[in-house]
T-cell receptor
Framework: QKEVEQDPGPLSVPEGAIVSLNCTYSNSAFQYFMWYRQYSRKGPELLMYTYSSGNKEDGRFTAQVDKSSKYISLFIRDSQPSDSATYLCAMSVRRQGAQKLVFGQGTRLTINP | KAGVTQTPRYLIKTRGQQVTLSCSPISGHRSVSWYQQTPGQGLQFLFEYFSETQRNKGNFPGRFSGRQFSNSRSEMNVSTLELGDSALYLC?????????????FGPGTRLTVL
């Protein structure tokens, strides 16, 4: 079983829809939670970063963490065609005395005009 | 502030050769991590360097190695290349470590092994 599970999709929604992307994890030692957006043939771009349970909002993006259920989500409101990309969740854990990031498989999202 | 830069952007090598990839972190960032990204395995952690010391290592064979210089720039070396090493190699920099302050990725080096 992978430490971080993410539905790879693909997910296709119409422009303007609310998008919900989710990851579950099994290791309660994960401390920090991130969402990255990756366009084709580019490096991942940090979208959201949080370390506590609850919601964090940044423009059209909301990151939600539920540590009791080991579940994180990213919501995109008023989705745009430019949001079409692969979204990766990432979590950090301390191993061998230092923090290490563990990534989900990524969800490929397409926003249709 | 300039972002993370990686050179070269594309490489084509043959089996058995070796390759060196370079990463320049964001100014002021002391931690550099390297990742391998493939369609089948996703993003996998290779190693992390902080202040010229390898602080963490993933589950890759010894053919994969790296180093960090005093200016925080980092290099990654892969010796005796295999077909399965074809991948996008990404480096990410952060202030103090991958988790505590968020990691910022470069555009990657796409390595093709023939």
């Amino acid at each position: 079983q992978k430490e971080v599970e993410q539905d790879p999709g693909p997910l296709s929604v119409p422009e303007g829809a609310i998008v919900s992307l989710n990851c579950t994890y099994s290791n309660s030692a994960f401390q920090y939670f991130m969402w990255y957006r990756q366009y084709s043939r580019k490096g991942p771009e940090l979208l959201m970063y949080t370390y506590s349970s609850g919601n964090k909002e940044d423009g059209r993006f909301t990151a939600q963490v539920d540590k009791s259920s080991k579940y994180i989500s990213l919501f995109i409101r008023d989705s745009q065609p430019s949001d079409s990309a692969t979204y990766l969740c990432a979590m950090s854990v301390r191993r061998q005395g230092a923090q290490k990031l563990v990534f989900g498989q990524g969800t490929r999202l397409t926003i249709n005009p | 502030k300039a972002g993370v830069t990686q050179t070269p952007r594309y490489l084509i090598k043959t089996r058995g050769q070796q390759v060196t990839l370079s990463c320049s972190p964001i100014s002021g960032h002391r931690s550099v991590s390297w990742y391998q990204q493939t369609p089948g395995q996703g993003l996998q952690f290779l190693f992390e360097y902080f202040s010229e010391t390898q602080r963490n290592k993933g589950n890759f064979p010894g053919r994969f190695s790296g180093r960090q210089f005093s200016n925080s720039r980092s290099e990654m070396n892969v010796s005796t290349l295999e077909l399965g090493d074809s991948a996008l190699y990404l480096c990410a920099s952060s202030l103090e470590g991958p988790g505590s302050s968020g990691s910022y990725f470069g555009p990657g080096t796409r390595l093709t092994v023939l």
